[in-house]
């Protein structure tokens, strides 16, 4: 036996054997008092119970030792196996593309020439339309899977939101939604990588358009943190929308891959959107807004 049991257990068998051996030995063994041979025997289980403490320990710490290495490995493993399955997905979805373009310019072709009223004309741009949206989910999901680092840098937050804005202005018109970019009178420059932070709120913004019925309206807009209460010197970036808002059951599972409170939600886009934020040391949160709709959010350093 080993450890604590087993200590003691020798020093019980090392006890009992020392009271014949005294009588056997007679005289050769020193004389002692009942007090003086009973300290002896505790002090005997005492300095066992102390060893096989320390054996007891050593042996937990090897096991310990062992199923960290264990786990160590597993996790190496694991880490290897979906840097595998990243690089497999990276080369999937570049080879998809290259079809995707081929598809795209045919179309292109096709429509040449053809009436807009033709249904010939309707179907090639339907066909376009889907392949546009393939592309975007290409594109997230290269973002998902392999983020690049944020180049940081000054730059105009107004400038950011007069791409996205002149960027998805044909969708928001073709939706029937008024699309408003509103800078504020914020005259600060952001630091950030201004071309993750346009896909990121191009994804907030096309979330918002598609969310929004006829009629409604989506804006862009910039303030100072402390519009929302947050910390001084900080620039806030919201989108607001006057859609049917974000389903309460979701909560914040809507910044998961492929959780979307609609049926023709790619599921990505807002993944794709809190990972390039947070990659800028900033969050992505949500709420209902005061009119009905939406209000997403994000923050970013200002410059000075």
Request: aromatic share 4%.
């Amino acid at each position: 036996a080993a450890g604590l049991s087993g200590g003691l257990m020798a020093a019980l068998l090392a006890a009992v054997a020392y009271v014949p051996a005294v009588h056997l030995l007679g005289g050769a063994v020193p004389t002692y008092t009942p007090l003086e041979q009973t300290l002896e025997i505790i002090t005997y289980l005492a300095v066992a119970a102390l060893a096989g403490l320390l054996v007891e320990r050593a042996h937990r710490a090897q096991a310990s030792e062992g199923r960290t290495a264990l786990r160590r490995r597993a996790a190496e493993v694991r880490s290897e196996w979906l840097s595998g399955v990243v690089h497999l997905s990276e080369g999937l979805a570049h080879e998809l593309r290259k079809p995707l373009g081929g598809i795209q310019r045919a179309l292109d072709t096709l429509t040449e020439g053809l009436s807009p009223t033709s249904p010939r004309s309707e179907i090639a741009a339907e066909g376009l339309s889907e392949v546009r949206c393939l592309d975007r989910v290409l594109s997230d999901f290269l973002s998902f899977a392999a983020p690049r680092e944020p180049k940081l840098s000054p730059f105009e937050p107004i400038a950011l939101l007069e791409e996205v804005s002149k960027e998805l202005a044909e969708e928001a018109s073709e939706n029937g939604v008024n699309l408003v970019a509103d800078p504020g009178e914020v005259d600060l420059k952001a630091i950030g990588d201004q071309e993750l932070l346009r896909q990121a709120l191009g994804n907030l913004a096309r979330n918002a358009i598609e969310a929004t019925q006829s009629g409604g309206e989506v804006v862009l807009q910039i303030c100072l943190d402390e519009c929302s209460g947050g910390e001084p010197g900080r620039l806030v970036f919201e989108v607001l929308d006057t859609g049917h808002g974000v389903p309460r059951e979701l909560g914040d599972s809507i910044y998961e891959p492929y959780v979307t409170g609609r049926e023709e939600g790619r599921g990505l886009g807002l993944p794709v959107a809190a990972l390039i934020v947070r990659l800028h040391g900033g969050l992505l949160t949500h709420e209902p807004a005061p009119d009905g709709g939406t209000i997403f959010r994000f923050d970013l350093a200002a410059e000075g």
